[in-house]
Every structure is written in C-alpha cells, then in structure tokens.
C-alpha cells in the first residue's frame, strides 16, 4: 500500500511541473501587461520602464521562469498587483468559499445523481429512465452562467424565497475559524448563522451542480447497466442471496469505480468551474478573484492562484485513486 502510494505521488511532479510551464509561458504571451493596469494611460516610457524591472520583467524569460519554480517550492507566489496583499494570503482569505461552494454542489450531485443513476439502470426502459437520462442531457447542455442567473431571478427576485447574494445576511454576526461558515457557526452554536449560510448556499449550489448531478447519473446508470449483465450477478441471484445484499455487494460496489473517477475530475474541476457561479451570486471566492485578476491583468495573482487551484486538484485525484483500493483491493496489487 505504501509503495503504491508512493508511486502515485511521484507521477504528481512531472504533471505539476508541466503545468507551471504552461501556465507561466502561456500568461507572458497574453497582449498588454501589469503596467497597463498600474499607471495611467499617459505614463511615460520611463515610467513603464521602471515597473517592469521593479517586477523582474525585464530579465530573460528563463530566469524569471526560475525564479518562478524558486517562489513556488516556498508557495510565495508575489504579491497581488490589485489588492498590493501577498497571492498566497489571498486565496487561503478566498479559498473557504469556493470550497465550501464546491463542496455543496457535489453533496447535492453525488446524493441525487447515485440513487436516480442506479434506479433509472434498474427500471430501464420506464418513465424513470426516459425522464433521468433527458434530465442529464438537459443538465449537460444549459449555461452553467444561464441557469444560475434564472435560479437568481425566479427564487430570489420573484418569489423570494432565497437570498440571491454573498455568503450570509445582511448584519449577520459570527465567530470565524476555519473561514467555511457553515461549519464555523455550527462550531461555536451559532445556529442562526448556520440557517443563513445553508440559505445563501442553496441557489449557488444548484446552478454549480448541474453538470456534475448530470455526469453522475449518466455514468451511475451505465455502470449498473454494465455490472447487471455479468455472470457473477446472475449467479449471486440464481444462489438466492437476499436482493438487498446483491445490490449492495455485488452491483453497486463494482458499479463505484467509474463513478468515484469521475466525482474526483469533477470535484477538482468544480474549484475551477465556480467562476461565473460566484460571479453572479457575489459568492467572493476565488473563482471571483480570478476573473478580476484577469481583466486587470495581475499575473501574479493568475499564475498563483491557477497552480494552487491545480495542486489542489492533482491532490483531489490522488485520494479518489486511494479509495479504489476499498472497492477493489486489486488495484493495489496492480
């Protein structure tokens, strides 16, 4: 077991390090420069001049790349041309919304999408399978963007039903220790606060979860479609093994493996994905604060934030990769 975890850590570096000269390359490509967002329009050539080499972006691209794999092995990514703040202190002041957010979404997509995937496989060919597999299509193909923005307008603006922006009410006063509201308030038996932040969670929750809700169920039910036709089933159930125990032992822990890869891609990318989420519910994340550091071109900012957010994600991976070894102990042998 250790082996294999080692192994599977050591597949992590040359990934991360690919990626940092993606993303490191590909941002000095981009038209205009940080100079453009921090002076004036009439600076003068001087002046321009001067913030480059205060910046470092006067030396040749390899060294300031160096330089860059320097910083990042002490994850000190610079300071944030917006907000002058270190990149670092910014995401972990960001991150807690983004993955609480994340988090929501996927309870809901994992909760909804295994149970409707595994029945709609068992009644195939009903109004429950029709319904579940248009359902994911649907789900697939809407704006992430679209539907969250008529999640705002018709539960939020038109019945009122839900807030339809930040984390909590107006005036709402809590005691912070982890930066996730939920489980702060609920630390500190700030119930009051926990009802809001469950609110305020719902609508964003939703919107996020459409893709992964829909991917799930689509890959639930085609494993059990799958695992329903193999032999060992079929004798499970000729042996006359109680229903519930082939369900459970036979069909859905072999159904799992495709299931538990994809919710590990998903989840990773739902960190990524909230962008325009939390654009439109204000959700202050750092989905949010990439967007802003994009138009005002803060490298820094990007570059961090996009390498945490894929160390994060590569990490996310790893530990999906582990728990096969509780559905099927012959990974570790592989």
Known sequence: ?????????????????????????????????PENT???????????????????????????YGLFLKRLGEFDFGNSLQTGRPVMEEFTTRFPATAEL?????????????????????KRGSFLDSSAVAGSLLGICIPVFFLAAMLKVVFAEKLGWLPSAFRLGAGARFTEITGFRVLDS????????????????????????????????????ASVLEVL???????????????????????????????????????GSLLAGAVLTESVFAFGGIGSFIYESTQQRD????????????????????????SYTLFDPRVRVR
């Open 1 to 33: 077991m250790f082996r294999y975890i080692l192994k599977r850590l050591l597949q992590l570096i040359p990934a991360l390090f690919g990626l940092s000269i993606l993303l490191f390359f590909w941002l000095r490509l981009l038209p205009g420069g």
């Open 38 to 64: 921090l002076l004036p329009d009439d600076a003068s050539a001087q002046q321009r001049e001067a913030l480059r080499e205060s910046l470092g972006l006067n030396e040749p691209i390899i060294v300031q």
């Open 102 to 122: 994340a988090i929501a979404a996927m309870l809901i997509a994992v909760c909804v999408g295994i149970p409707l995937g595994y029945f709609a496989a068992r």
């Open 186 to 221: 609920v630390l500190t038996g700030e119930f009051d606060v926990t009802v809001s932040a469950l609110g305020h969670l719902i609508l964003p929750g939703l919107a996020l979860s459409s893709i992964p809700l829909a991917v799930i169920t689509r890959m639930t039910r």
């Open 229 to 267: 036709g193999q032999d060992y089933v079929r004798t499970a159930e000729s042996k006359g093994l109680q229903p519930t125990v082939v369900r459970t032992r036979h069909v859905l822990r072999n159904a799992m493996l495709p299931v538990i890869t994809a919710i590990g891609l998903l989840t």
């Open 299 to 322: 490298y820094p900012a990007i570059l961090g934030f996009l390498m945490l957010i894929a160390i994060i994600y590569v990490v996310v991976n790893l530990l999906v990769d582990l």
